[in-house]
């Protein structure tokens, strides 16, 4: 059953999904609502690069520009979702983009899943509104699934970014680059930066679209949802930059203790749920399912170090308290004591704390 909620968008009334079980029905319920798109005013790009942005047009313009530079044969999809303020203005200026308002805020997953309808590209791929595409790197991407028709998703590596734009190293969990079949490595860990993926739009005919009550990592359930049917693949170089969230930026990224709890419960209740994971011996799922835990306790572990380095010795409590219930070995763990320390000596002013935790604060 799907519920149904109607939303004007760019003059066509769309349908946002509210609860995401899939039937039969689905591929055909998607190609409906695509099609209200009419095709005059939908691209046929090779690949559509979805922006979904609210209320930031400082930081659009550079996003667009990147998206633009990263491909021979890309179309760029804005999303306003409700802004209110001189967006609008600012795409009307943009040369080459498909502008698409949406005037009741839907939040990231939502006006993404408005802009795959409004896409009739052969791939897809997200940016977020202040982060950006490398040049070329689309055009690198689409060659491997151009050659690959078994592929459904490809990745790259990402470099990271502080607030300023400055780059500061490379995208943190990426150190091996799985590929192939990646749907056990998924459910061990988030190694694919959302941006960094271009996947195939008819992979969601059988998937399913963004989940929006997943915000935050929306895009990771979307990456285990396809990697339980697709070989995943990668090309090791970097596609694109991050800018790093911190405890005082606002960005979505930037609550951990959020997205954890998040996290820790979609995988008990939907991930080990899908059929390869239900399916699967005993003992496969328990591994799993500690070694899970253990990438979120760490996850966790170091958001606790920066809240301590903020200057918030109680929330920082709360959030150690938090991971020794992900996983109990960490109180008798030297790393807890080593991360903990580090958040210490930025609080009070050393210059280790500094270099170790400064592009988080």
């Not at 559509?48 to 930081?59: F, K, M």
């Not at 835990?293 to 170090?305: E, G, I, P, V, Y």
């Amino acid at each position: 059953m799907v519920g149904r909620q109607h939303i004007r968008c760019g003059g066509f009334t769309i349908l946002k999904l509210r609860r995401l079980r899939f039937s039969k029905s689905f591929s055909v319920w998607f190609e409906r609502q695509a099609a209200r798109f009419p095709e005059s005013e939908r691209s046929v790009a090779k690949v559509s690069v979805i922006i979904a942005t609210h209320s930031r047009p400082n930081l659009l313009i550079r996003a667009v520009e990147s998206a633009q530079r990263a491909g021979d044969d890309v179309e760029v999809i804005v999303v306003d979702d409700a802004s209110t303020d001189e967006t609008a203005e600012v795409c009307s200026k943009l040369p080459g983009i498909r502008y698409v308002r949406v005037d009741r805020n839907q939040q990231v997953a939502g006006a993404r899943n408005i802009g795959i309808l409004s896409s009739a590209s052969e791939y897809i791929t997200f940016l977020d509104d202040d982060d950006s595409r490398l040049p070329g790197s689309l055009d690198a991407q689409t060659a491997v699934l151009d050659a690959r028709p078994e592929v459904g998703l490809v990745y790259g590596r990402a470099l990271v970014a502080n607030q300023q734009g400055e780059v500061t190293g490379k995208y943190p969990g990426m150190s091996g680059c799985p590929e192939g079949d990646v749907f056990w490595d998924l459910l061990v860990s988030n190694f694919i930066c959302c941006h960094t993926a271009v996947f195939r739009k008819s992979c969601l005919l059988r998937v399913g679209i963004l989940d929006a009550r997943l915000p935050g990592i929306d895009d990771w359930d979307l990456w285990v949802r396809i990697s339980e049917l697709y070989r995943v693949a990668v090309i090791d170089m970097p596609v694109s930059v991050w800018r790093r969230g911190t405890a005082g930026s606002g960005q979505g990224s930037s609550n951990v203790a959020k997205l954890v709890s998040m996290a820790v419960d979609t995988h008990q209740n939907k991930w080990m749920r899908l059929p390869r994971a239900a399916e699967a011996p005993f003992e496969i799922r328990g591994e799993v399912q500690q070694k899970f835990r253990d990438s979120q306790a760490s996850f966790l572990l170091t958001d606790a170090a920066v809240t301590l380095a903020s200057g918030s010795s109680r929330k920082a409590i709360s959030k150690l308290l938090k991971v020794f219930r992900l996983n109990r070995r960490y109180i008798t763990r030297l790393y807890t004591l080593k991360v903990m320390g580090l958040g210490l000596m930025f609080k009070l002013g050393f210059s280790r704390g500094r270099m170790a935790l400064g592009n988080y604060v």
